[in-house]
């Protein structure tokens, strides 16, 4: 293999391809912290919902209709007030699993780089370091993907809660307590 003394020696695919793997993990680290400042509003928005729903007057025991004379139990306001609850508690699961810490590929150390990587051209050392990257990558991409199914979980969780517990404020809004 021909042993490149510059930059401007080597073969330009080899540099071509350390620069865009070196742009592909920059790309997947701001796109990975954008994914995390979501999970952490869906995160904030659950929390403000949950003591919001909690200040929500309870019409769900026992309603009456003046008007009609008529007293009954809404027992069905009370579920849609408990499952809007189940709802806000499985978004914020799926914002917490998606703040679990995960790897994010294989980091050599530069004691590794010092024993393994004097003795060889530049363009043998960027192919290491793009076989590296390359996996760390992956790896990367995986875990983004995941974050992104779970923050998609807790957004639809979040809108479902929103769908029921607006259900419950009208449907009790309509009865008299």
């Known amino acids: 293999m021909e042993v490149c003394l510059s930059n ?12 865009y793997a070196e742009q ?5 680290d701001l796109s990975s912290n954008r994914l995390n400042t979501k999970l952490g509003v869906v995160l904030g928005f659950d929390a403000v919902l949950i003591r919001f729903f909690s200040g929500l007057p ?11 004379d008529i ?4 027992n069905f306001c009370l579920l ?6 189940v709802a806000l508690i499985i978004s914020l699961i799926y914002c917490f699993l998606g703040f679990k810490p995960q790897t994010g590929g294989q980091i050599i150390l530069p004691e590794e780089l010092l024993e393994k990587c004097l ?9 290491s370091i793009i076989e590296n990257r390359n996996q760390s990558i992956k790896e990367l991409a995986k875990n983004r993907d995941k974050t ?8 639809w969780t979040l809108i479902g809660a929103a769908i029921l517990s607006a259900s419950d404020v009208i449907l009790s809004s309509f009865l008299v307590k």
């Not at 003795?119 to 192919?127: A, G």
Request: with cysteine; hydrophobic share 35%.
């Open 80 to 85: 849609l007030k408990s499952l809007s609850y």
């Open 71 to 74: 007293s009954l139990e809404c």
């Open 24 to 28: 592909a993990l920059k790309d997947l």
């Open 58 to 68: 309870d019409r769900s025991l026992e309603v009456t209709i003046e008007a009609f």
């Open 119 to 127: 003795d060889i051209s530049e363009e043998d050392y960027r192919l």
């Open 148 to 155: 992104s199914d779970l923050f998609k979980g807790a957004i």
């Open 8 to 19: 401007n020696e080597c073969n330009p695919n080899i540099t071509l391809i350390y620069q």
